[in-house]
């Protein structure tokens, strides 16, 4: 589903933490494009550098070096309300663990993002259109404890598309569900990519889940493998 | 939709909820029962003092007016202020401590009959011996006596022959020459007070007497009542201001904790706020929030105990204690309870709101 406009640019991007007295290079120059519509999967080992390079996208983190742009803002200039602004408005997270607000029911996880990104009350009708493809209308009164797991990732799904965000980054989400749930999932994630050409990076160690990508990035040793 | 997050997360933990709320209402009621302990008790002893039904009352000089004070004024000045312009009547009584804030009052009854219109009996009568004693309802209720039983003040036992409404004087009172001997203070006052033939002469005589007495505490009874408030009693407001203090003490620590163990519990909560573009101020916001209802729930239960207290100081202790219920100190303390819930939310919100949204995600 890419239509060629950039949305991702990655150059030599780099990333050191400092564990007690060692440097822990994290990330050794990572270069990736990403195309508005695109639907990759990101494999690789444990340790390769995935989820480090989700933060940087999602601006839980800055890079050390290099250079990485989400449509052509850079992240690396960006200050911590500036990637404050980027989390509200350009970016979704899907993680394995779901973690929506277990006090607050499916409705109001998804409502509280729309409200941290300082939209007004009110679903639209096309948003009404996407639970429906979601397949959890009818659940959003019920608190996540009342929810089966692959219910709960599909309001956190919901969640994560509510303000319409450049790009989705799912880290492993299907890692805590059955075969099936899975298959639902992702089947939901290769829909939304299709019907709303939603931009989608998903971190995988299924080559099963990799496989309903359209691109599978393989990273190793904190670079980009091929 | 925060005041919603707001509530869920108070509705979580009910346990934490009620043991916070309950806490802060109790440091509420700490501060608004002393308040109304002080100005209770003060404004029954101003009611006490108004039914004495004098215009004037004097003591020694260098006594204080509204503490307790020691029998040291001559018997023989009552003839001198019976003999002044506009008095019509000039009575005497002699004040003694028995522990704590009671006293006993010597009276002549048939003088304070005339000074007052008497005492209104509940069951018995007046004095028949030197070791009769009359006390108030209050009293009674308190010690359980009735008309017969004994009473057991100052190294003796005396015995209870009347029972009167209370609002008069004092709570206990006997016989003024008895309680003169027993006190060794023959012949001595602790107070006099005077009638006069129209209250609207008070300040003339006042001014009489003060030129003739210099040194002498003389004030009405008006300005008597108006003199008994906290601000006039040593050391109370000072008191209180302690008590205030700690009680914002118990605030800040019981809010710090509360708060300190839920910011912990929900660091991936908040990891999650973060994620979808919670900024810190947002997340100070649901911690601060959550602060004040914790806190405006707490002044409610505080002031509702208070009724509870003052129900059990008007049931176990009514005639030690009077407690008034305050509503003008509900605002100030429920303000000072705010205040010092967020004093105690600060560090913890702040913990919240500097969160590493990556630690706080992987927080298990």
Known sequence: MSNGE??????????????????????????????RGEFISVIGPSGSGKST?????????????????????????M???????????????????????PTLTAADNIAIARHIAGVKDGGDRKFQEVLDLLGISHRLSHKPRALSGGEQQRVAIARAIVNRPSILLADEPTGNLDTENSAVVLELLRDLNRRLSQTILMITHNPEAAAYAARIVRMRDGRVAD | MLNKLVVENLKH????????????????????????????????????????????????????????????????????????????????TVVYPIGGVSTITGIDLDEFNRMSGGFRYLAGGPFREPHDIIVDEFYAAQNKLMVGSTVNLMNRDWRVCGVVEPGKLARIVIPRTTLQDLAGATGKLSQIFLKLDSPANTAQVL??????????????????????????????????????????????????????????ERTREVGVLKALGASPAYVLNIICRETVLLALAGSAVGVALTYGSRWAVMTLAPASLTQKIVPEWWPIAAFIAVFGALAGALYPAWKAAQQDAIEALSYE
Not at chain 2, 49 to 70: E, Q, Y
Not at chain 2, 240 to 249: D, E, K, Q
């Open chain 2, 13 to 92: 933990r009910p346990v934490r909820t009620f043991l916070s709320v309950l806490a802060i209402g109790v440091e509420v009621t700490m501060m608004l029962t002393l308040v109304g302990l002080s100005e209770g008790m003060l404004e029954d002893s101003a009611r006490r003092a108004r039914g004495v039904g004098a215009d004037i009352i004097i003591r020694a000089p260098g006594t204080s007016l509204i503490s307790l004070s020691s029998a040291s004024m001559p018997e023989k000045l009552m003839e001198f202020f019976a003999a002044q312009p506009h008095v019509t009547l000039a009575g005497g």
């Open chain 2, 207 to 264: 001014a009489a007497l003060k030129e003739k007495l210099p040194d002498y505490q003389m004030y009405s009874i008006e300005e008597l009542t108006s003199l008994y408030s906290v601000s006039n009693v040593p050391g109370l407001s000072a008191f209180i201001g302690v008590i205030i203090g700690l009680s914002i003490v118990v605030g800040f620590l019981v809010v710090f904790l509360s708060m300190y163990t839920a910011v912990l």
């Open chain 1, 53 to 77: 390079f989700f933060h940087i996208l999602g601006g839980l983190t800055p890079p050390t070096s290099g250079s990485i742009s989400i449509h052509g803002k850079d992240l690396r200039a």
């Open chain 1, 6 to 35: 950039l949305v991702i640019r990655a150059r030599d991007v780099r990333k050191v933490f400092r564990v007690g007295d060692v440097d822990v290079h994290a990330l050794r120059g990572v270069d990736l494009d990403v195309a």
């Open chain 1, 79 to 101: 200050s911590e309300a500036d990637r404050t602004e980027l989390r509200k408005k350009e970016v979704g997270f899907v993680f394995q663990k779901y973690n929506l607000l």
